[in-house]
């Protein structure tokens, strides 16, 4: 069955950088677009960008300068980086399934994973 | 970007009651509105999409209607397990956009 899994450390330092993981099970990362997609405590969502079966990408106009996205096709692994980390950057961050290939409509999720920025 | 907004804020029904939760994008986005249920400590899930068509497995309780800048989501008969957070999505243009969030508790 289709499965997504964040990983990724859960306390990150200002000024530092994120690295997450996202790995994927049950479908090829060829055939659909993998999305980040973020979670303040107690707030709304915010969609980060995405990386499309082809391998392009596309970035939230807002976080573009910070956020980069590639992947591994062999491992099925998909991963996000972002630079410069405040603590507004605290939330819980998700990777998502698209089935749909021009923005984003998201049939599956992972089980999130809590990152806070704090010294 | 086209803002979504979603209303209301926050809602408290009695089980068996009807609920209705509005959202509202900035301009046309022709359909292309999916809801989203959040439970407490859990991912979203997808329930609607395409403004009316019910996800697999998703109880037929809910429904989902309206067209260009107006949609809404209707909860029949409320259960104890509805009890979330619901947010709406349009996923017409790029950047796709989520409307604040409705949550709903139990009267």
């Known amino acids: 069955q289709v499965q997504l899994k964040e990983s990724g450390p859960g306390l990150v330092q200002p000024s530092q950088t994120l690295s997450l993981t996202c790995t994927v099970s049950?479908?090829?990362?060829?055939?659909?677009?993998v999305h980040w997609v973020r979670q303040p405590p107690g707030k709304g969502l915010e969609w980060m960008g995405g990386i499309w079966g082809d391998g392009s990408t596309a970035y939230n106009s807002a976080l573009k300068s910070r956020l980069s996205i590639s992947r591994d096709t062999s491992k099925s692994q998909v991963f996000l980086k972002m630079n410069s980390l405040q603590t507004e950057d605290t939330a819980i961050y998700f990777c998502?399934?698209?089935?749909?290939?021009?923005?984003?409509?998201?049939?599956?999720w992972g089980q999130g994973v809590m990152v806070t920025v704090s010294s | 970007d086209i803002q979504m907004t979603q209303s209301p804020a926050s809602l408290s029904a009695s089980l068996g009651e009807t609920v209705t939760i509005e959202c509202l994008a900035s301009e046309d986005i022709y359909s292309n509105l999916a809801w989203y249920q959040q439970k407490p400590g859990k991912s979203p899930q997808l329930l609607i999409y395409y403004a009316n068509s019910l996800n697999d497995g998703v109880p037929s309780r809910f429904s989902g209607s309206g067209s260009g800048t107006q949609y809404s989501l209707k909860i029949n008969s409320l259960q104890s397990e509805d009890v979330s957070i619901y947010f709406c999505?349009?996923?017409?243009?790029?950047?796709?956009?989520f409307g604040g969030g409705t949550k709903l508790e139990l009267k």
């Open positions: 049950g479908f090829s990362l060829t055939s659909y677009d």
């Open positions: 998502t399934r698209s089935v749909i290939t021009t923005t984003g409509l998201f049939d599956y």
């Open positions: 999505q349009q996923n017409y243009d790029s950047p796709p956009t």
